[in-house]
């Protein structure tokens, strides 16, 4: 991928005209209605050069009319003969009354024959619609001679268009240009206002009134056959993913030379991962005319700061804040067009909250209720106090990337962002996931249960196909771990918390090493390396692999130190050999490490029959020192051990449980708390006994929170 894409890290969808839809800041207004304003200028040119055309042409200029000759379409030429027949037929009547009239004086005069004016060409009440059918008679009297010499003239314009080709040579372009430029300072008053209505931006829906209105002195073909040549020549780009749909009164988002952006990185002060903002986000239209002040639009060094006079203190200092205020809003016009902007957001007061599911680094979880829909979601409250500076960037990280990644049966679904009643707090409203995996996989051990193999092999079919989705679109999760992972009744696994999530690119950029919960967290992270990709999200995979086998934590550190030797003891220290370019990170010089035999992980699993042979490749393949040589998720996905028997279970196969997650750990407000006994009194003796054994309340199991499915001889 370009460099391009990767200086979106902040966030931006891989289809990029989507993406720069989204970008409302208001630089980018600025530039649209600049982009318009040209627009609307060729716009003004190209349709005076038209009308002077047709003047030109109308004295008979040859050589200009071939100029400008369109060559003509079958509807086109359809119509210029439907035209010309109902000119034919008219003129035939015209003739006629004027056969019968015999030479009655006309009078021509201006005002008797539009008084208020109301008849020109450009008249946008169609009050020249009007005209046409019932103005007065002596109209066509007055100018029935001229209009049989237009219509000839025009009929053999018509044959000639036929006949000539369009393509000149640019000399023949330039020679020809200045008598048309000459010819646009006689535009005729209607023209002038003809003008004015084709560059109204609500032109196109009175195309239709412009027709008629053409209809009575020029000929309608020309008119809109022209438009749609124009708009066939000049806006519509060939492109793999079909034309581009821009109307002749936007700006082309598109026309920008790509190539040409320069981009401003800018340090985010919660982490040392960079922001990268555009200049034209960045570069506001007073920004240009004040491009004599360059020296403000970047901040100073600490030693500059002591040598500044006061006024340069006070117009760097004004300056950044600007800059701040710019780099806020564009990070807020990277989230999906979808999302409304913070504006458009219901207010959390739609949501009844039902229970507190949790609560983890980032954010409270909910489970709530949608007022109008009676919909479970889990809420999860976005963690604002520490943000000194507006909207929290890790807020705005998960929402971006758990919308762009969201949609696919392994990622938990956001349903829509929600504001708290004083515009405080943030709100993500998801799709309700009954079960988190580490709760589970608790329970699980302390029952001394465990996964079948096809049970183990249809979880990490569907953790990798998540992830596989997730690197196709560019996006590191940099968090996975049990925790992270939900799984519904139906047994399908969804992968949650996006609060780390980043965007990557080619080639790679610095992000910082402080990322994935430790026991989760791989080696080149645990040696410093701020140059990582896909690999550390495989790294996390082999590590839940391992527990969704063992049931607890496979590397369980107690610090970063004991986090590496936990892994050299189980893998054997890496040599030059093994992992080219060990040796060179920061952690590897700082800290020395025992020589520990290569791969003690092969005992622990196939000795104990955990794994077969297969499936232990699987997963040291996952598990592999070297993140060069580490399996992709794609690659994961086509491993032997999934076609082998014992086959992936169906989920819908998959046993459930009670979720821990609908529990009520919060009261519900002011509820009479009921007898126990009389409780159990309407609960069936079997479901009573389930519950008895996992201490559940029966007024902590949900409608539809507690499967009957459940099998207590495996749980
Ligand atoms: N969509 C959901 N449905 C049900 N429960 C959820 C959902 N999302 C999160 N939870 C519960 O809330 C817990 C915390 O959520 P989450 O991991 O998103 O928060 P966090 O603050 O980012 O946590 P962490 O400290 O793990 O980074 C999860 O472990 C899970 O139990």
Redesign the pocket.
């Known amino acids: 991928m370009s460099e391009k894409v990767s200086s979106h890290d902040e966030g931006e969808i891989s289809d990029e005209s989507h993406k720069r839809s989204n970008r409302a800041s208001s630089s980018e207004d600025a530039k649209s209605s600049r982009s318009n304003k040209e627009q609307e200028t060729k716009m003004r040119e190209s349709i005076l050069s038209r009308l002077s055309k047709r003047k030109i042409s109308d004295s008979d200029d040859d050589t200009t009319e071939q100029r400008f000759s369109i060559q003509p379409k079958d509807a086109q030429k359809a119509k210029e003969d439907r035209y010309r027949e109902k000119e034919r037929e008219r003129r035939k009547v015209r003739d006629h009354r004027d056969d019968r009239r015999g030479g009655r004086e006309i009078d021509a005069r201006p005002s008797n024959r539009d008084p208020r004016g109301k008849n020109e060409r450009s008249d946008r009440d169609g009050k020249g619609h009007e005209h046409r059918h019932h103005s007065h008679h002596h109209k066509h009297d007055r100018s029935s001679d001229r209009e049989r010499e237009k219509h000839r003239k025009r009929d053999e314009r018509n044959k000639d268009r036929h006949r000539q080709s369009r393509t000149t040579s640019p000399e023949e372009d330039r020679t020809q240009k200045s008598p048309l430029k000459k010819a646009r300072h006689h535009e005729a008053p209607e023209d002038a206002k003809l003008f004015d209505r084709v560059l109204d931006p609500n032109y196109k829906s009175k195309q239709q009134e412009v027709l008629v209105v053409e209809d009575v002195e020029m000929s309608p073909v020309e008119i809109l056959d022209e438009k749609e040549e124009k708009e066939i020549t000049e806006f519509t780009i060939d492109s793999p993913a079909g034309p581009k749909k821009y109307s002749k009164f936007e700006s082309d988002p598109e026309s920008d030379h790509e190539e040409e952006k320069k981009v401003h990185t800018i340090k985010d002060s919660d982490d040392d991962d960079v922001v990268e903002v555009h200049d034209d986000l960045l570069h506001s239209d007073d920004d240009e005319d004040e491009s004599d002040d360059d020296k403000y639009s970047r901040t100073p060094e600490d030693r500059e700061w002591e040598e500044m006079t006061e006024t340069e203190l006070r117009l760097h200092k004004e300056e950044m804040k600007k800059r701040q205020v710019i780099r806020q809003k564009a990070l807020i016009a990277q989230l999906p067009v979808f999302y409304p902007g913070l504006m458009g957001c219901r207010n959390i007061d739609e949501y009844e909250c039902v229970n507190r ?7 409270v ?1 909910y ?1 709530g209720k949608d007022k109008r829909t009676d919909e479970i979601v ?1 809420l ?1 409250r976005l ?1 604002m106090e520490k943000e000194r500076e507006g909207f929290p960037i890790t807020a705005l990280r998960e929402i971006n990337m758990l919308l762009k990644a969201g949609n696919h049966p392994n990622i ?1 679904n956001v349903k829509e962002i929600l504001l708290g009643s004083n515009m405080d707090k943030i709100y993500m409203a ?5 079960h ?1 995996m ?2 589970l996989l608790d329970t699980m051990s302390r029952r001394n249960k465990r996964f079948s193999i096809g049970e183990q092999k249809t979880l990490m079919r569907q953790l990798l196909s998540g992830i596989e989705h997730m690197h196709k679109l560019w996006i590191l999760h940099r ?1 996975l ?1 049990t ?2 992972l ?1 799984m519904s009744h139906t047994g399908v696994l ?1 992968i ?2 996006f ?1 780390l999530a980043r965007e990557y690119g080619d080639p790679l950029r610095k992000f910082t090493s402080i990322v994935v ?1 430790l026991w989760y967290r791989s080696p080149e992270l645990l040696l410093g390396t701020r140059l990582y990709s896909t690999p550390v999200d495989m790294w996390s995979i082999g590590c839940i692999m391992a527990e969704f086998i063992l049931l607890k934590p496979l590397f369980p550190g107690r610090g970063e130190t004991e986090q590496i030797k936990k892994i050299f003891m189980e893998l054997g220290t890496p040599t030059e050999s093994i992992w080219p370019g060990v040796t060179e990170l920061e952690g590897w010089k700082t800290l020395t490490f025992e020589k520990y035999p290569y791969n003690q992980l092969r005992k622990r699993f196939l000795a104990g029959r955990l794994l077969n042979d297969t499936g232990f490749k699987l997963l040291n393949g996952l598990l592999t020192l070297d993140p060069k040589n580490r399996v992709s998720a794609t690659k994961a996905l086509d491993h032997e051990w999934f076609e082998e028997e014992p086959h992936p279970v169906p989920p819908e196969e998959f046993p459930t449980f009670p979720a ?2 609908e529990q009520n750990k919060a009261p519900p407000p002011a509820a009479k708390p009921k007898q126990p006994e009389n409780r159990m009194a309407h609960v069936d003796p079997e479901t009573a006994k389930l519950l008895k054994q996992f201490e559940v309340r029966p007024e902590q199991v949900k409608p539809g929170g507690f499967s009957l499915k459940f099998d207590p001889t495996r749980f």
């Open positions: 599911v949790d609560e983890g680094t980032f954010g979880v489970r889990a999860k963690k938990v998801m799709e309700f996931v009954e988190d580490k709760s968090d771990k925790s992270n939900l969804k949650a918390d609060g919960t821990k997650s």
